[in-house]
């Protein structure tokens, strides 16, 4: 059964960091892209970033571009989410989902739980 | 970026009905050298984080119940859902995939009549 469970969020002030962790089990996780993709409190979902397989290929959406980072252990089946400089724009659940491929462009057949990042002072 | 519309925003559908939700992406997520539509998707409930419904525009994901249909090539898209059943209440998303960044349209609310 595949499982994600993403964990790390929390309160952080305006201009803190934080690392979000998304621990994979129930499938090859070194073969698969990974995201993120955040809903803010009462909204629509917001694709975040992507990484491939090898990690070879990462994007991100402009609004978190040259803020946060997206990697991944594949020896840990862990997939991460830097996120420096937070705004307060940035409060939202952020969501693990695999990629049904190794590449970056696949849907995301399966999703994490959420981690809520709260983005106040 | 890829502009992505959904239309209606809310429907009310009753029990055994049909519910028809459009998307329209501004422009063509068809890819020509696969010949797929870059185009999802999904099912959320309160509460709870999105399932994938439709991949590849026409392709169920599996486990999902037959009622649940996608069509439509390029740039406008349908997601169907031949009779309404209670546990379909929820927000349905279609996201493009086809070019960075990926997006998603605002969401269509299915609830009972």
């Known amino acids: 059964e595949v499982q994600l469970l993403e964990s790390g969020g929390g309160l952080v002030q305006p201009g803190g960091s934080l690392r979000l962790s998304c621990a994979a089990s129930g499938f090859t996780f070194s073969t698969f892209a990974m995201s993120w993709v955040r809903q803010a409190p009462g909204k629509g979902l917001e694709w975040v970033s992507v990484?491939?397989?090898?990690?070879?290929?990462?994007f991100y959406a402009d609004s978190v571009k040259g803020r946060f980072t997206i990697s991944r252990d594949n020896s840990k089946n862990t997939l991460y989410l830097q996120m420096n400089s937070l705004r307060v724009e940035d409060t939202a659940v952020y969501y693990c989902?695999?990629?049904?491929?190794?590449?970056?462009?696949?849907?995301?057949?399966?999703w994490g739980q959420g981690t809520l990042v709260t983005v106040s002072s | 970026d890829i502009v992505m519309t959904q239309s209606p925003d809310s429907l009310a559908v009753s029990l055994g009905e049909r519910a028809t939700i459009n998307c329209k992406s501004s422009q063509s997520v068809l890819y020509n050298s696969n010949n797929k539509n870059y185009l999802a998707w999904y099912q959320q409930k309160p509460g709870q984080p999105p399932k994938l419904l439709i991949y590849?525009?026409?392709t169920r994901e599996s486990g999902v119940p037959d009622r649940f249909s996608g069509s439509g090539s390029g740039t406008d898209f349908t997601l169907t859902i031949s009779s309404l059943q209670a546990e379909d209440v929820a927000v349905y998303y279609c996201?493009?995939?086809?070019?960075?960044?990926?997006?998603f349209g605002p969401g269509t609310k299915v609830d009972i009549k």
């Open positions: 590849w525009a026409s």
């Open positions: 996201q493009q995939h086809y070019s960075i960044p990926f997006t």
């Open positions: 989902a695999k990629s049904n491929g190794g590449n970056c462009y696949g849907s995301q057949d399966y």
């Open positions: 990484i491939s397989d090898s990690a070879g290929s990462t």
